[in-house]
Nanobody, 121 residues
C-alpha cells in the first residue's frame, strides 16, 4: 500500500506566499515523476508543475516565475513554493507521484488528498 499525504495551504492575501508539501510512504520501490495539479470550482483539473527524479522541472505558463517545485528523493517528498499569489490561483491543489511498489513491481500514479488554497483580501 502507498499513501501520499499533503500539507500546507490555506488563506493568503494577493501578493502573498504559501508552501505546499507532500510525502509518500508505504511499499515504495521507486518514485519517478512527481507533479502538482490544481482544480478551481467548475473547472477541469490542470497541471501546475512537474519534476523528474533527476530534478528536471516544467511549469505551466500561468505560474512561471512565481511557483517553484522541488523534491527530496531520500525523504520521498515534493514541495511547491508559491509566491506573488493571485486570486486566480484559488483552487484545490493536488500532488501526484508515479510510484513503483516493491511487492507489485508495477508503477502507478498516486494522488494526495487535495488542499485548498484561497487567495483573497
Amino acid at each position: 500500500q502507498v499513501d501520499v499525504v499533503q500539507s500546507g495551504g490555506g488563506l493568503v492575501q494577493p501578493g502573498g506566499s504559501l508552501r505546499l508539501s507532500c510525502v509518500a510512504s508505504g511499499d515504495i520501490h521507486s518514485i519517478y515523476m512527481m507533479a502538482w495539479y490544481r482544480q478551481a470550482p467548475g473547472q477541469e483539473r490542470e497541471q501546475v508543475a512537474t519534476i523528474t527524479s533527476g530534478g528536471r522541472t516544467t511549469y505551466a505558463d500561468f505560474v512561471k516565475g512565481r511557483f517553484t517545485i522541488s523534491r527530496d528523493n531520500a525523504e520521498k517528498t515534493i514541495g511547491l513554493q508559491m509566491s506573488s499569489l493571485k486570486p486566480d490561483d484559488t483552487a484545490v491543489y493536488y500532488c501526484t507521484a508515479r510510484i513503483m511498489g516493491t511487492a507489485t513491481r508495477t508503477a502507478a500514479w498516486y494522488w494526495g488528498q487535495g488542499t485548498q488554497v484561497t487567495v483573497s483580501s
